[in-house]
């Protein structure tokens, strides 16, 4: 079983700061994904990294897949309260069709 | 591009009664569809992975009887609980991707349902 460690499970921030999520496994996965997902609503898509070492940035936000390719971090600059939301990295393990989830990190951006 | 509507958004229904969930790609062919469920506070959990054709793959735990799932068409799959009980209440969640490989999984909105 290919596990996603997600860290920290919850985190409350002023408006304009910064904040790391982690994304951990002792698996190998050929490419891991972040998605947010807000209430009631399904995950949305922000980023597919595939390559170990690659960096993504979107606007405020910078994704790392580490160079084994077992983690992942999304940094978030600045944060703003539209930033909030549940946060989920998910990937596809070495030869598995299945996407495997972390349990997210729940991010509150206080005005 | 890439969206998934997912009908109905809510739903509320009486024990015994069964419930239709549908999931469509509104502008690509989904080759594989996938239905999730997520409890309160918690992740999603893959229930069925389908390929348009043919029968679904269910997760272990899963019960097939219980959780039909129909996949006729490229861009409509459709989850049907059956004999709803209020241990089945849960957020249900369908995603389809292009492949049937490794590929991009794009999510509809999501079903809330609740069995009474």
């Known amino acids: 079983t290919q596990l996603l460690e997600q860290s920290p499970q919850f985190l409350s921030i002023q408006e304009g700061e910064n904040l790391t999520v982690y994304c951990n496994s002792s698996s190998v996965f050929s490419s891991l994904q972040w998605y947010r997902q807000e209430p009631g609503e399904g995950p949305v898509l922000l980023v597919t990294?595939?390559?170990?070492?690659e960096v993504k940035k979107l606007k405020r936000l910078t994704f790392q897949f580490g160079d084994a390719r077992k983690d992942s971090s999304l940094h978030i600059t600045a944060a703003q309260p539209g930033d909030t939301g549940l946060y989920l990295c998910a990937g596809y393990g070495a030869g598995s069709y299945q996407l495997t989830f972390g349990k997210g990190t729940k991010l509150s951006v206080i005005p | 591009g890439a969206v998934v509507s997912q009908h109905p958004s809510w739903v509320i229904c009486k024990s015994g009664t069964s419930v239709k969930i549908e999931c469509r790609s509104l502008d690509f062919q989904a080759t594989t569809m996938f239905w999730y469920r997520q409890f309160p506070k918690q992740s999603l959990m893959l229930m069925a992975t389908s390929n348009e054709g043919s029968k679904a793959t269910y997760e272990q735990g899963v019960e097939k009887d219980k959780f039909l799932i129909n996949h006729a068409s490229l861009t409509l799959s459709t989850l049907t609980v059956t004999s709803a009980h209020p241990e089945d209440s849960s957020f249900y969640i369908c995603?389809?991707?292009?492949?049937?490989?490794?590929?991009?999984?794009?999510f509809g909105p999501g079903t809330r349902l609740t069995v009474l």
């Open positions: 995603s389809a991707s292009q492949s049937r490989g490794m590929d991009t999984q794009y």
């Open positions: 990294v595939v390559t170990g070492g």
